[in-house]
């Protein structure tokens, strides 16, 4: 079992604070979500736990398994176990999905034994056929071209490829069709099991109707400002998020308010 | 892959070996009219042949060096030895090639390339081809593949025909030169509407210090014709700087298709000043495909002129400047005729202080209606002593016709690393695939064994470039 | 080094007709003795040295008749300098902003009250005088223009109008000089007609320098409209301090032969260019013109747009040029040249030029030379407007970059009728 702590998180971007003491404790096993309003610091959160450059730790702590991950650089926090399905993902001409893939996963193996291109392939087609990627997706250039869907399915396909730790998965759901979210979820769901956790980002309590988390974080103004169990992203979907905000007598202003 | 060594691509210049060979003939340093006369005296060559070299070597004394581009001052033209005889026949059989010049073509891996992929192959050794082989098909169907200097002997008619008629000895200074003191070269006929899908490839290699090298390449792909022609180069490390002053000329008649295929790796010791330049008539399509890996100093910017109405020029083109190294190299596409249409796509890198720039040119000339030309040049610059420009020229002189053109310099996107580093590829790897992703349409376009070697050579090159 | 005036009769005697300073004279003669180890500047693909280009006839105060502004409309402006020639005509609101502290004067004003000021920028920050051949006959043969000067912390809202209208009623030469100089932290609008009256056969030299200091913001708007029989030599320079800002908006108009040098030194870090030009050829005209931006401080960003549209027989070259200098780190030079052929027997040139030296920056080009888009085209006919019309129509759109940034709708207005009228002329020659 592994554990992830994220300790009186701040952060900043281009000197502008957006994280402001974000505590919260996750173990494998288990799913976490986080659910907020627009421009509460969500993906700031993930960026700054994987390590984007452009986001500054301002003050405090992100340990795997009680060691400070903060000073490691990115590729080294992702074989240590971490792992991020991006809103954004990059695209990179010239690189196929497949050459790309066994290049991470030959990352986290000696140099003498990588893994054998027929192994290869067969998980890559098992994976794909899970989460009903056609063939050729596997020799297209790194994202170059995809779709809003395509691309979200092919951040799914690399995490259960990779099988890290933790996977934070930032809006996984945002622009997916119903027909996608069920597949999507169903590789989440797929990974599963006691050595895998993973901490979910989303708007909507929709995602969760397919993947049950464990434990949901309401985050706002750049703090977790309440948790619960899945009745609370119910809760937040029958009433807003200004209710929750109301209730707990918070200062903040959702970025949809008229001043 | 075995052949893949044939390049010479890999490694720490691993074809910087030099092998001691006694030459059989040498004209010595520095040039005057009567070397000329040696030279081609000890080819046997016709008058005309003679006379060209003479007045070809007049406009040389003439003309001034270029006024453009990387500086060559420290070349110094009278400190070149420009002609050098190591064999005294050309050899039919690989084991008649004189064994201390086998020994150097066995570590580059010719034979066996030949064996197992092309329709032929040539090896250039100093001056002169010393091993020349074809598939005996190619021979029934009338394919004419030898070096220039047996050509000109035995297909006078032809060579007259098209010999320094696209690149005339008054083009430049480096052009005079080679038509003054050519020697050897490539020679291709392939007659009317055979097509042939295997390459045929040549080799050149300069092994002596200071030596020049002036192959002279002919191609002739007669009307309907196809020819895929693939050459390499390679030069051992020397602290004297030699000069490759090359003139390749290449006519593609009507309806027919010429791929031409480049890598050049010399040794940083190199200047590679070369001319290159192909027409196409009326439906002919004419390809460059072209690699600079090496060379202190190279200026190559290989041309279609788009003669007839149609005709189709491209030019696909990788360079990579390492340490001391100036690349300046680019394509011009000279649309001559109605409905003919080019593309160029560079893609150029730098790291280590190397200096990679673009200078092309496309143009449109009065009769072009209807052409259309897209251009498309990227670089990457992978550390702060490494810098490129980008010098396209258009010109137009027709309102119906349409060019697009685009190019981008930057570092290695920051993005792109952060994503594939947060898959845990480490910045090394990362930056590398970046590398090989870029150069991928070019790679993609090589034989297979050129591919793998290009690979290897750019991991070599991309090696400790973290940190 | 000490100048000897006696050797110049024509200088000297110019300079105590209108009584210029003594290191002014003193810069002229200077410029005069440098010309000739000086040579013309070289453009790339552009051709014109063989042009009547160089200024050469005596320096020679004359006055121009008046009434030569009754064929010119002028339009109305809160802040207005006409000048005719070597006289100014007009001047209107000047004295408003003279209470901010601002000092908008012409040339012989501006070395009359002003000496210290003027030497201070004249051809030392964007320009030097011996840089070439015509920067050194400028500052020798210079006989009018405009000092413009904001100081620090002011903000000019609207923008002054000027015009600059070429007497070519005589064979005169026409060297103009403006100097726009913004202190820290000001705001300056300005908007300048450049025009020409009678039709002889003449040559102008006009430079622009424009001063632009820290966290100042210049909006540079012209309108160029040079006659027939004029070969003008151009030259739009900016200098930038740390974070100041110039949007320049260039319209070039011009019926005559020219070479416009349009150049901005991103000097100060976070600093920033913004080139915007037009350009329609016709006739048998020759316009070459070279735009560069070169990023030097950090954090820089230069932009360049060019937009041509060529007919008849004419000529144009875009040559668009950024240059990144090493240690411009976190630099941006992109360029956009684009040009449209309405003609078989006219010529054009796009060349997008990068030259870059240092390696975290971007850079880009994108030129690219066609027909009047024909989706476009289709749309407008299938409204019914004639082919020419919808073809006119298209043709404003893709001018429209620089339309939009003209800071008075009248001007606006002025520069689409003579967009229309060149397009017209053009389509009629063809």
Not at chain 2, 92 to 120: C, M, Q, S
Not at chain 3, 67 to 92: C, F, H, N, S
Request: glycine share 8%.
């Amino acid at each position: 079992m592994s554990t992830l702590e994220i300790k009186d998180l701040h952060v900043s971007i281009e000197g502008k604070n957006i994280l402001k003491g974000v505590n919260l404790t996750m173990k494998t096993g288990e799913i976490h979500a986080i659910m907020g309003p627009n421009g509460t610091g969500k993906s700031t959160l993930s960026e700054a736990i994987m390590g984007h450059p452009a986001y500054k730790v301002t003050k405090g702590e992100v340990l795997l398994n009680g060691e400070n991950i903060l000073d490691l650089p990115v590729d080294e926090r992702a074989r240590a176990g971490l792992f991020l399905a991006m809103q954004y993902p990059a695209e990179i001409p010239g690189v196929t999905n497949a050459e790309f893939i066994r290049g991470a996963i030959n990352a986290r193996r000696p140099e003498d034994d990588a893994i054998s291109i027929k192994n290869f392939l067969k998980q890559l087609d098992e994976t794909m056929s899970v989460l009903d990627m056609t063939e050729e997706m596997a020799d297209r250039y790194l994202n170059e071209g995809f779709s809003g869907g395509e691309k979200k399915r092919n951040e799914i396909l690399q995490l259960m490829m990779i099988k890290p730790k933790f996977a934070i998965l930032d809006e996984i759901d945002s622009g997916l069709d119903i027909d996608a979210l069920k597949v999507v979820s169903r590789g989440v769901n797929k990974m599963r099991g006691p050595e895998f956790g993973s901490l979910i980002i989303t708007h909507y309590q929709r995602l969760l109707n397919y993947i049950v988390p464990d434990v949901v974080h309401v985050m706002m103004g750049g703090r977790i400002v309440e948790q619960g169990g899945p009745e609370l992203a119910k809760r937040l979907e029958d009433e807003g998020y200004a209710g929750i905000r109301d209730e707990l007598g918070l200062d903040i202003k959702l970025v949809d308010e008229d001043a | 892959m075995a052949d893949a060594s044939m390049l010479g691509l890999g490694g720490e210049y691993k074809y910087g070996f030099k092998d001691d060979i006694q030459p059989i003939l040498t004209t010595g340093e520095g040039l005057n009219e009567e070397i000329v006369r040696q030279i081609s005296a000890a080819k046997n060559e016709p008058d005309w042949m003679l006379d060209f070299r003479l007045k070809s070597f007049r406009r040389y004394e003439q003309m001034e060096m270029p006024d453009f581009g990387p500086d060559l001052t420290t070349l110094d033209l009278n400190h070149i030895n420009y002609f050098r005889r190591d064999s005294d026949k050309i050899a039919r059989n690989w084991e008649d090639v004189p064994e201390d010049i086998k020994k150097t073509f066995d570590r580059l891996g010719v034979p066996e390339a030949e064996r197992k992929y092309l329709a032929g192959s040539s090896a250039q050794y100093e001056s002169e081809v010393v091993y020349h082989n074809m598939r005996e098909d190619f021979e029934k169907l009338g394919i004419v593949f030898m070096d220039t200097d047996s050509a000109v002997q035995q297909y006078p008619e032809l060579v007259k025909k098209y010999f320094g008629k696209l690149i005339p000895p008054s083009d430049n200074k480096f052009a005079a030169l080679n038509s003054a003191v050519w020697s050897g070269g490539t020679f291709i006929y392939v007659p009317k509407g055979v097509r042939t899908e295997v390459p045929i490839q040549s080799y050149f290699r300069i092994n002596a210090g200071n030596s020049g090298q002036f192959e002279r390449t002919l191609i002739i792909v007669d009307e309907g014709a196809s020819v895929n022609y693939v050459e390499g180069c390679t030069a051992p490390n020397y602290s004297e700087d030699s000069l490759h002053a090359a003139v390749v000329e290449v006519n593609v008649l009507k309806n027919a298709y010429c791929r031409y295929t480049t890598i050049q790796n010399w040794s940083d010791n190199v200047y590679s000043l070369e001319t290159k330049r192909a027409q196409a008539l009326e439906n002919g399509t004419m390809e460059w495909v072209d690699g600079n890996l090496g060379s202190k100093v190279t200026m190559k910017y290989p041309s279609v002129y788009m003669n007839g109405e149609g005709a189709r020029g491209t030019m696909l083109s990788i360079a990579f400047a390492g340490k001391d190294i100036v690349s300046d190299t680019g394509a011009r596409m000279i649309h001559n005729a109605k409905n003919t249409s080019s593309s160029i796509v560079s893609k150029s890198l730098c790291k280590d202080g190397g200096r990679v720039d673009y200078r092309g040119k496309v143009r449109f000339g009065r009769t072009s209606d209807g052409s259309f030309s897209h251009v498309e040049c990227d670089t990457i610059i992978l550390d702060e002593k490494s810098a490129s420009d980008t010098i396209p020229f258009n010109e137009i002189k027709n309102g119906n016709v349409s060019m697009e053109h685009e190019a981008k310099v930057s570092k290695i996107s920051e993005e792109q690393l952060y994503y594939l580093m947060s898959r845990g590829i480490t910045e090394e790897k990362a930056t590398e695939m970046i590398i090989m992703g870029f150069v991928e349409p070019f790679t993609k376009e090589l034989p297979m064994e050129y591919a793998v070697e290009l690979n290897r050579l750019i991991e070599y090159q991309m090696e400790g470039s973290v940190g | 080094m000490t100048v000897e005036f006696e050797s110049y009769p024509e200088i000297k005697s110019y300079a105590e007709s209108v009584a210029e300073p003594k290191w002014f004279t003193e810069m002229r003669i200077k410029a005069l003795e440098a010309q000739p180890a000086l040579e013309l500047p070289n453009f790339e693909k552009i051709r014109y040295q063989r042009w009547p280009i160089q200024v050469k006839k005596a320096l020679k105060k004359f006055s121009s008749d008046s009434d030569l502004l009754e064929e010119l409309d002028i339009e109305e402006a809160k802040y207005l300098v006409v000048q005719l020639g070597q006289d100014t005509v007009r001047e209107k609101g000047l004295t408003e902003l003279e209470e901010q502290g601002v000092i908008i004067c012409d040339w012989q004003t501006a070395l009359e009250q002003h000496s210290d000021l003027v030497q201070k920028y004249f051809m030392q920050k964007a320009v030097k005088y011996d840089e070439d051949l015509l920067t050194a006959q400028h500052v020798a043969n210079l006989t009018s223009g405009l000092f413009v000067y904001v100081p620090k912390n002011t903000v000019v809202k609207e923008p002054l109008t000027t015009y600059f209208v070429q007497d070519a009623t005589t064979k005169a030469d026409y060297v103009h000089h403006v100097i726009i100089v913004t202190e820290k932290n000001s705001e300056f609008s300005y908007l300048e007609n450049l025009t020409t009256v009678g039709s002889e056969k003449t040559t102008a030299n006009i430079i622009v320098e424009v001063i632009a200091g820290t966290d100042s913001h210049v909006k540079f708007a012209s309108v160029d409209r040079l006659g027939t029989n004029t070969t003008t030599y151009l030259n739009r320079r900016g200098h930038l301090e740390d974070n100041a800002k110039i949007d320049w908006s260039m319209g070039m108009m011009n019926d005559g032969n020219i070479v416009g040098d349009f150049d901005s030194d991103l000097v100060g870090n976070g600093s920033h260019s913004e080139v915007k030009v037009v350009a329609i050829s016709t006739g048998k005209q020759v316009q070459g013109i070279d735009t560069r931006v070169t990023n030097i401080g950090r954090h820089t960003i230069g932009h360049i747009l060019q937009h041509g549209v060529i007919l008849s027989r004419s000529t144009l070259t875009f040559n668009g040029i950024g240059h990144i200098i090493k240690g411009a780190k976190g630099s941006d030079a992109q360029q956009e040249s684009r040009v449209l052929m309405l003609s078989t027997k006219a010529k054009g040139d796009a060349n997008p030029i990068l030259l870059i030296d240092d390696n975290d920056v971007t850079a880009g080009h994108a030129a690219s030379v066609g027909r009047v888009n024909q989706e476009q085209l289709y749309y407008l006919m299938s409204r019914g407007l004639p082919k020419k019309v919808a073809e006119r129509l298209v043709i404003r759109g893709f001018l429209g970059p620089v339309l939009a940034a003209i800071p008075s709708k009248k001007i606006e207005e002025q520069l689409k009728v003579t967009i229309e009228r060149k397009l017209v002329d053009g389509q009629t020659d063809e």
